[in-house]
């Protein structure tokens, strides 16, 4: 009933990281590629940090910290401090071990590699199996607008910890972004396409604003789900719940599912949420409920095993 | 007997740090000027790393390690294993808050800030009231000539742990390098010149190497004063001793007055090498004995004081 062949899993912070454990724990291994957001990259210190694609490969690598979901278990930040003391900012919270990826990525990029190659290299020093891959190596920026005016991301995000209302997002960059021909593979080999439970508007959204992946997963032959990341009216972390609202969409998984039906052919919900499923049908996507929350890596796997699952039936059902 | 006026101390590695210190102690606050070797620089892992000054600094500041006298006091190496595990040299030892400095050191130099300001910004946000100077702003770079062919500095001095016998030593782009507004004003101003007890060859050897800083050397009208790196025929610490054995010069206070003679009025020795005040004389140089091994801060302020009234006392006899 599930996938041994390429999966490719869509995935932002911290709940997409957390499928994305469980997907790889799922498949034969090299069998996962991830398709991480970057346009919540930023540049501090003028080291190149990539929140997402490090959360993914935190997660993947066993290495991340498990009260947060970011960072790295044990980290401390005596680089930061000191840094602070220097007169750098100190809000975005980079622990000693985690600037040593910022410090190699920032290395590499400056030699002339692609963020993808670089990713790839970093992945491969931590016995990553499954394939991180960038969004884009184009320059993307999520720019946040709030009655404040508009924000970078992190700044909305971290800085102001998402207390501002959001009136609007906007991809600066995402026109001109152009998908690498390593996403564009992943998508024309993938036997099933997963979104994971992020954010569809600051983490998926900025990967459809990609026109080569938009275009791609419109016309994708593979079945392609999705996991809400909205529960019961809320997120389990982040600001999505505020998002969708204060962005005029209903707060709940049937919302998520009409943001992202067009390039969906079925979506999972949580079990608490069983009774939208048919809502999300008349849609036209397919649905089903399984349980969601991934508390430890074995929850993590049996969603990851039941969407698998759900994808193999969408793709007979097709 | 001692001075209040400006001071420039001429410094490298740990010696010259602590001495250092010890002139800190015994001058008004802000009359110190250190003018430090900066022909060790390196850079690793993408960072400026800019080790003499940051030894003088982390001195100055009180916060070096006490067992190595360079490096962060109970600073640890997370960042660096990780960096390590990336696939980067670790033989350089940079701890965690160590790579503040350099991360710091780094974006400023990219963003334009001449080393000089840089150096000044650290300092200032460390607390520290002299005035630290790299020798120059313009690239210098100390290359050893060994039996293995040319060595970076770094590579003989730290990857090789000195093992390697030295044929001769050239200060790459010294003869291109220019001393900056803020050498040269603190010569001019100086009321006094201390050489610290750091390598002649390798650490005050590319100071001199700087035409500007040579030539403001010798016609100097302040009293030039140097303290003997070598006691008893041997280095406290480093490749003093093999190197100037190595190459020709004889490996006691009195070959090191003899390499330096041309820049100074007179030379410090340790009281074990007070026998050698005499030969020193001879070489046209005034000279004295003093307890010169810093083993804490009131040693160092001792010494500090003897340096600065036998220079004061040099300065009445010319």
């Known amino acids: 009933m599930s996938f041994s062949g390429p999966v490719v899993a869509l995935a932002g912070g911290v709940g997409g990281a957390k499928l994305a454990v469980g997907l790889a724990h799922a498949l034969p291994e090299g069998a996962l590629t991830v398709v991480v957001n970057t346009a919540d990259d930023l540049v501090l210190h003028g080291l190149h940090i990539s929140p997402d694609i490090d959360t993914v490969m935190y997660n993947l690598a066993g290495m991340s910290n498990p009260e947060t979901g970011w960072g790295i278990d044990g980290d401390r930040t005596s680089a930061l401090d000191l840094l602070g003391r220097y007169g750098g900012p100190t809000w975005f919270r980079l622990g000693d071990q985690d600037l040593a990826t910022h410090i190699r990525r920032t290395q590499r990029l400056a030699e002339g590699a ?177 349980p969601s929350i991934m508390s430890d890596l074995d929850s993590k796997k049996k969603l990851a095993q039941g969407v698998l699952a759900f994808a193999s039936s969408v793709q007979k059902m097709t």
Do not use: W
């Open 114 to 290: 692609r963020l993808t190659e670089v990713t790839r290299e970093l992945a491969a020093s931590l016995g990553i199996k499954a394939n991180i891959l960038p969004m884009t190596d184009s320059s993307i920026a999520t720019r946040v607008k709030t009655p404040e005016g508009e924000l970078e991301f992190q700044d909305y995000f971290v800085a102001r910890g998402t207390r501002p209302s959001v009136c609007g997002v906007r991809f600066q960059g995402a026109d001109e972004a152009r998908a690498t021909p390593e996403v564009i593979r992943a998508f024309d080999e993938a036997s099933a396409i997963v979104f994971c439970p992020s954010n569809p508007i600051v983490s998926i959204g900025p990967i459809l604003a990609v026109p080569d992946i938009h275009e791609r997963l419109r016309s994708a032959s593979a079945p392609r789900v999705g996991v809400s990341p909205i529960i019961g009216g809320a997120a389990l972390r982040g600001p999505a719940a505020e998002m969708l609202k204060s962005l005029g969409h209903e707060v709940s998984a049937l919302g998520v599912a009409r943001i992202l039906k067009d390039v969906l052919d079925g979506f999972v919900v949580d079990t608490e949420d069983e009774a939208l499923v048919s809502s999300i049908k008349e849609t036209g996507l397919r649905s089903i409920a399984l």
